[in-house]
């Protein structure tokens, strides 16, 4: 098919092409069903002659959307770059589409075959996530052509994503630690996390904290006005009536919940009446910072798994990349635990926390451990790259301003 030919077709027709092929029910999975039935009845050799058009279905799909995904990257949709690479719609549906990892996927498809765009394309078993995370360095190397510079792209933003979540896991382990060993040595209830400074503002820090911090916290807790402090860090009267526990962050969210629907219940409200005040209850008990930051945490539960799931089988997944799956099902795993703990804390949501917190960090960690080592090194070549490229670029300027010189000079 021609680029004029791939032009004058619809996308839309072309991915619904596709998806009869790959689709759930469709022929890839009745040819799987059809082979599954026969290698079970002993007649498999019957249907040999079928076995490729196995391949050839998935083959083919992935090419029809690939010619789709040339048409939408020529009109600007986002998502082009995404099907070209060999994912579905439902593979990144609700994820988020990073504008600078696909503004030059998507010019790389649009170029009409001018520029390569067969590094955009799905590796085995990579995961749209890890797509993501890949593009930039390799786009870097790209248009850069010096593979270290795409390295170290792509290695600093494998960091960074690692020193924004290994550290909290880390924090999550040896704070959950020491909440345990006060729960059982003194008996002190356990404290939701993420709930650290609600107790700076109500002049209840945890004793780690320096005291100066802690004063100047407290002092701005009794400035704050009540109701807007109560709605931010929760509500210690709903704690105390419903929960009961002396402070919102020691509170057990589904019990206050449950026992205000039961109450509403009791005072003859209907089912969807009680849910409607257990759930409020529980909101104004947790308040507004406790809430987003288990609403964060059930989004990542939610993507992480949904990349796990992306991998396939897991004995494959973990075939390929025994580290790396590791820490994508500890990280899911650590999430649920962290989740479980800011709704209800006690020493089981806290100790599974704890542990998972653990082995997530210490497990991606050692994954990356070639990355953090490497990394110095990297940067000091790109930099040394960008300096020889400075140097070549003054010496041309040099060189164009002599012979511009010498046209403007009559004696020369």
């Known amino acids: 098919m021609s680029d004029s030919s791939k032009r004058m077709a619809n996308p839309s027709d072309l991915e619904h092409l596709a998806k009869l092929l790959d689709g759930r029910g469709r022929l890839g999975d009745k040819l799987d069903e059809a082979f599954t039935r026969a290698s079970r009845l002993g007649v498999e050799d019957k249907l040999s002659v079928l076995k490729p058009l196995r391949s050839w279905t998935g083959d083919t799909a992935v090419d029809l959307r690939r010619r789709g995904a040339i048409l939408r990257a020529e009109k600007g949709d986002p998502q082009a770059a995404a099907l070209y690479a060999g994912f579905k719609p439902e593979d990144f549906k609700g994820l988020a589409l990073p504008p600078d990892a696909m503004l030059i996927a998507n010019a790389a498809i649009a170029s009409g075959g001018k520029f390569d765009a067969a590094w955009l394309k799905r590796e085995p078993g990579e995961t749209y996530q890890d797509w993501l995370q890949r593009i930039p360095g390799d786009a870097a190397a790209k248009v850069s052509g010096d593979e270290n510079i795409g390295e170290m792209v792509g290695d600093y933003i494998e960091l960074t994503a690692l ?3 290994v550290p909290g896991a880390f924090k999550v382990a040896a704070l959950g630690t020491l909440s345990l060993i006060k729960r059982f040595k003194h008996g002190d209830f ?3 996390p ?3 400074l609600a107790q700076i503002l109500k ?3 945890p004793s780690l904290l320096p005291a100066r911090i802690a004063r100047l916290g407290a002092q701005i807790g009794r400035s704050t006005p009540p109701v807007v402090l109560n709605v931010l860090t929760g509500s210690d009267r709903l704690a105390q009536l419903h929960g009961g526990r002396l402070y919102a962050w020691e509170a057990n969210l589904l019990k206050v919940g449950n026992n205000v629907r039961s109450a509403s219940r009791a005072a003859g409200a209907s089912r969807l009446g009680a849910l409607r005040s257990g759930a409020g209850a529980a909101l104004r008990t947790g308040g507004w910072w406790r809430a987003a930051g288990i609403g964060g945490s059930i989004v990542a539960v939610g993507v992480g798994a949904f990349d ?3 991998e396939g089988h897991p004995a494959d997944a973990f075939r390929r990349d025994k580290l790396g799956y590791v820490s994508k099902v500890s990280g899911v795993a650590f999430n649920t635990s ?4 800011m709704v209800a804390p006690n020493p089981v949501t806290i100790g599974a926390a704890v542990v998972t917190g653990a082995v997530y960090g210490g497990v991606t960690l050692w994954q990356n451990r070639d990355k953090i080592r490497e990394f110095p090194g990297k940067v000091a070549d ?4 960008a300096g020889k490229k400075v140097a070549e670029g003054a010496a041309k300027l040099a060189d164009g301003a002599k012979k511009l010189g010498s046209a403007l000079n009559p004696f020369d």
């Open 163 to 165: 020193a924004s979540t």
């Open 308 to 310: 796990v799931w992306q």
């Open 382 to 385: 790109a930099g040394a790259w």
């Open 190 to 192: 356990m404290k939701a």
């Open 203 to 205: 002049g209840r820090p």
């Open 194 to 196: 993420g709930t650290t």
């Open 338 to 341: 962290l989740t479980a703990a």
